[in-house]
């Protein structure tokens, strides 16, 4: 039987203590809302869904650490603290103000590193000479830590184009290459039941993303959100996309990981959204609930 590492066990592996990770809203846009590469944005997204309440006032980023500390406090002590850039593109942006962001949250007091989720199409050049030189194979020692989530979403451009992502698929293995080469460590976002694909193609995304040098993967059920395309789409035809239950989606999220090469630390499997803003499928499971059905 393959043995499941999780993101804490990565965490444990490259920060000493209890690491506590406190995410924040840097209001930063997206290429695929502003038109620079399209409009809209992907018919899953509703921003809303996954941005915790207290970064919703865009308080300054040290203003939102404090309150995320605070917020999180219930989950006992820490010994550090990992930023984590959530909200949208969070590399989408004058190189010169995304730096500024990022280091103020390095300069609050007990931070150790940050985690950046961002698009495979928003990695400038000099962006990428600032990570390599701060974090990866040319910073100094003891530099802090820095792990880029990247939204591939799926390996395959056909539905990459029904979701309208805006990129194929090349995009994202260049974005991952890019990054490993400069001693980054790259995380990858998978949705699992985006429309028209089958367990087939799940099983695909796995030996494609196997290939590829990233440390984590995250797996996200699709949730029908409201606010966005597809839950339009959905109300105009329920049979755009099958939603199993939690006992079939745990079957073949098995078998997908038993496809994933060794190595992958798993972060999550299943999204963990406000309910009163899921359409379906609505399991009432928190993540730890699940994992334990998994």
């Given amino acids: 039987m393959k043995t499941i590492r999780t993101f804490s066990d990565y965490i444990a592996s490259v920060i000493p203590g209890k690491v506590r990770k406190i995410s924040v809203n840097a209001g930063l846009g997206c ?3 502003d038109g620079t590469v399209g ?4 018919i899953f997204c509703n921003n809303d869904a ?3 309440r207290y970064t919703r006032g865009l308080h300054g980023i040290t203003g939102q650490i404090e309150e995320g500390i605070r917020f999180t406090a219930n989950k006992g002590r820490a010994d550090s603290y990992l930023v984590y850039f959530q909200s949208y593109s969070n590399t989408y942006g004058p190189t010169d103000k995304l730096i500024g962001l990022y280091e103020e949250a390095l300069a609050y007091p007990g931070v150790a590193g940050v985690v950046v989720a961002t698009r495979p199409d928003c990695l400038a050049a000099d962006l990428l000479d600032y990570f390599e030189h701060r974090f990866g194979r040319l910073a100094p020692e003891g530099h802090p830590f820095l ?3 990247l939204g591939v979403e799926s390996t395959l451009d056909r539905t990459l184009g029904i979701i309208n992502r805006g990129h194929g698929y090349a995009c994202a293995e260049k974005a991952v290459n890019a990054l490993h080469g400069r001693g980054i460590a790259v995380g990858v976002h998978l949705i699992l039941g985006l429309p028209g694909e089958t367990e087939e193609d799940w099983l695909l995304h796995a030996r494609r993303i196997s290939g590829l040098p990233i ?6 059920q699709l949730q029908i959100i409201k606010g966005t395309a597809l839950e339009r789409m959905y109300a105009d035809n329920p049979g755009i996309v099958s939603l199993p239950t939690a006992e079939e989606y745990a079957a073949s999220v098995r078998r997908f990981v038993a496809a994933l090469r060794d190595g992958i630390y798993l972060d ?4 963990e959204t406000p309910r009163d803003m899921v359409i379906a499928p609505s399991w009432g499971l928190k993540p730890s609930e699940f994992q334990k059905l998994l």
């Avoid at 409009?39 to 992907?42: K, M, R, T």
């Avoid at 999550?268 to 999204?271: G, L, M």
């Fill in 215 to 220: 440390t984590t993967l995250k797996l996200h």
């Fill in 50 to 52: 996954f941005c915790p």
């Fill in 39 to 42: 409009s809209g944005g992907c």
């Fill in 147 to 149: 792990l880029v989530e």
């Fill in 31 to 33: 290429p695929n809302r």
């Fill in 268 to 271: 999550r499997f299943v999204s």
